[in-house]
Each structure stands twice: as structure tokens, then as C-alpha cells.
């Protein structure tokens, strides 16, 4: 069984920056793909940012492409989510989400509850 616990984000004003963390449990961490997801009342569920098992591959929705990057730490059991010069469209759910395959094309295995970010202008 996979845990995932998001923290971080919050409000924040149009033009900072803010960072996610996505904190696993279990022992298949550091063999899954690992990724964020945002979400607007309303909206579909839109795919954020993945990364591969070992950090050596990654991929960015072209909406957060330039201002958000995602990383990892398989020590620490732990992703993150730098998101720089955010906007007010980036206010939204963001839930952290894995993949048992090790590639985050797919449907996930697991999700966290999310963690509000809120983008005032």
C-alpha cells in the first residue's frame, strides 16, 4: 500500500514562487514514476508534470512549461514541485500521484488528497 501526502502551496501572489512536496510511504517508491495533477471545481483533472523512477526523464504540461519544474528524491521519499512566476490560472487542486510501472503515462496507482494553491492578483 502507497501513501502520498502533499504540503506546501497556499496563497501566493501573482508573480512568486511557491514549492509542493509530495511525501510517500512504502517500499516502491524509488521504482515508481511519480507526478502532479491540478484540478479547478468544475474542470477536468489536467496533468501537471511526471517524472520517471530515477529522475532521469521528465515532462511538463506546455501550460507550466518555463515556470515549473519537478524533481525528486528517492531517499527522502519525496517529490517536489518548484512553481515559479505563477499566475491566478494556476490556482487549483494539486494532488501528487504514482505509478507502479515506472512511466507516468497512464492511469495512476495512487493519489494524494491534494493541497489547495491559490494565485491572488
Known amino acids: 500500500q502507497v501513501q502520498l501526502v502533499e504540503s506546501g502551496g497556499g496563497l501566493v501572489q501573482t508573480g512568486e514562487s511557491s514549492k509542493l512536496y509530495c511525501l510517500a510511504s512504502?517500499?516502491?517508491?524509488?521504482?515508481?514514476?511519480m507526478g502532479w495533477f491540478r484540478q479547478v471545481p468544475g474542470k477536468e483533472r489536467e496533468f501537471v508534470a511526471g517524472?520517471?523512477?530515477?529522475?532521469?526523464?521528465?515532462e511538463v504540461a506546455d501550460s507550466v512549461k518555463g515556470r515549473f519544474t519537478i524533481s525528486r528524491d528517492n531517499a527522502k521519499k519525496t517529490v517536489y514541485l518548484q512553481m515559479n512566476n505563477l499566475k491566478p490560472e494556476d490556482t487549483a487542486v494539486y494532488s501528487c500521484?504514482?505509478?507502479?510501472?515506472?512511466?507516468?503515462?497512464?492511469?495512476?496507482?495512487?493519489w494524494g488528497q491534494g493541497t489547495q494553491v491559490t494565485v491572488s492578483s
Open positions: 500521484a504514482s505509478w507502479y510501472s515506472g512511466s507516468y503515462h497512464g492511469p495512476a496507482d495512487y
Open positions: 512504502g517500499r516502491t517508491f524509488s521504482r515508481s514514476a
Open positions: 517524472i520517471n523512477w530515477n529522475g532521469g526523464s521528465t
